[in-house]
Every structure is written in C-alpha cells, then in structure tokens.
C-alpha cells in the first residue's frame, strides 16, 4: 500500500511555516519578540524531526 508522501511533504512544510508566521504577527501586534524567539525554538525543534521523518520514508 502506497501512502502518500506528497501530502505528508506539504503539510510537514506548511506547519512549520505557519507557526513561524503566526507567532510573527503575534509579535509584531504586540511589540514583544519574545514570542518570536520562542516559536522559532519549538517549531524548528518539532518540524525539522518530521520533515526528515517523511523525506526517510518517501525514499
């Protein structure tokens, strides 16, 4: 059965974006970039796993 990766590719890519962009208008609403720093931490250290996660198994 053939799962498929492409999806998986996409949205791996897409969370991790969206979080960096969300947290980015969080902080420039609010002026504080403590906000920014912080989901830049989290979102590398749970995106990057996954995104090499799907890309092991699509080969």
Do not use: H
Not at 42 to 50: D, E, L, M, R, T
């Amino acid at each position: 059965m053939k799962e498929n990766m492409m999806f998986a590719w996409i949205a791996s890519w897409l969370a991790l974006a969206g979080q960096l962009v969300f947290f980015m208008g969080v902080a420039l609403f609010t002026g504080d970039w403590r906000y920014m720093m912080w989901s830049f931490m989290i979102s590398i250290i749970v995106g990057i796993p996954s995104i090499i996660g799907t890309y092991k198994r699509n080969q």
